[in-house]
Antibody, heavy 125, light 106 residues
């Protein structure tokens, strides 16, 4: 069974940093692109970052709202994806979901499935 | 950036009804459109991708259509388990979600 489990969320003050982790199991992790999507309380889904597999140079993409502040990475040996979040703002408060490209081909441009259960990040003083 | 406009934002319906949700892209995205179902406190679940392809295990009462900039999700004979929020997503250039449509019990 494919499974994604996020961790690392919590309460953090504005301007501080936090790193989210996503542990994957049940599939050949190193062949899939991985992504992070967030959902602010009562709001819709917002894609924030994706990383391709090593076969495609591990290329990364970011939404404008987080570019320059967030960094996505992966460790294929540990089957993990990460989201380093710096200079956090109150508007970054959201549930953060880790998700996988539905297929490992093509290397990008695929919808997301499955999803982890999410981890809540609250940015507040 | 491609913007996705989804409507209505809320839809009231009864069990057995047929409902339709519309999603419009700010530019042509071919058929690179997915639909997700999300229940409160849960992760989204992929229902349809490439505008009309049903994900494995999704009931056939769900169907999608459209291409270019206009897309629809239709749920035929609404079941109690279908009351949820539905979101569209373009996967043509990066990814963008619509605002979501809450299907509630009338």
């Amino acid at each position: 069974e494919v499974q994604l489990v996020e961790s690392g969320g919590g309460l953090v003050q504005p301007g501080r940093s936090l790193r989210l982790s996503c542990t994957a199991s049940g599939f050949t992790f190193d062949t899939y692109a991985m992504s992070w999507v967030r959902q602010a309380p009562g709001k819709g889904l917002e894609w924030i970052s994706s990383i391709r597999s090593r076969a495609y140079s591990g290329a990364t993409d970011y939404a404008a709202s987080v570019r320059g502040r967030f960094t996505i990475s992966r460790d294929d040996s540990k089957r993990m994806a990460y989201l380093q979040m710096n200079s956090l703002r109150t508007e970054d408060t959201a549930v953060y979901f880790c998700t996988r490209s539905r297929s490992n081909w093509p290397p990008t441009g695929e919808p997301f499935a499955p999803w982890g259960q999410g981890t809540l990040v609250t940015v507040s003083s | 950036d491609i913007q996705m406009t989804q409507y209505p934002s809320t839809l009231s319906a009864s069990v057995g009804d047929t409902v339709t949700i519309t999603c419009r892209a700010s530019q042509a995205i071919a058929t690179s459109l997915a639909w997700y179902q999300q229940k409160p406190g849960k992760a989204p679940k992929l229902l349809i991708y490439k505008a009309s392809t049903l994900e494995n295990g999704v009931p056939s009462r769900f169907s999608g259509s459209g291409s270019g900039t206009e897309f629809t999700l239709t749920i035929s004979s609404l079941q109690p388990d279908d009351f949820a929020t539905y979101s569209c997503q373009q996967h043509h250039i990066l990814w963008t979600f619509g605002q979501g449509t809450k299907v509630e019990i009338k």
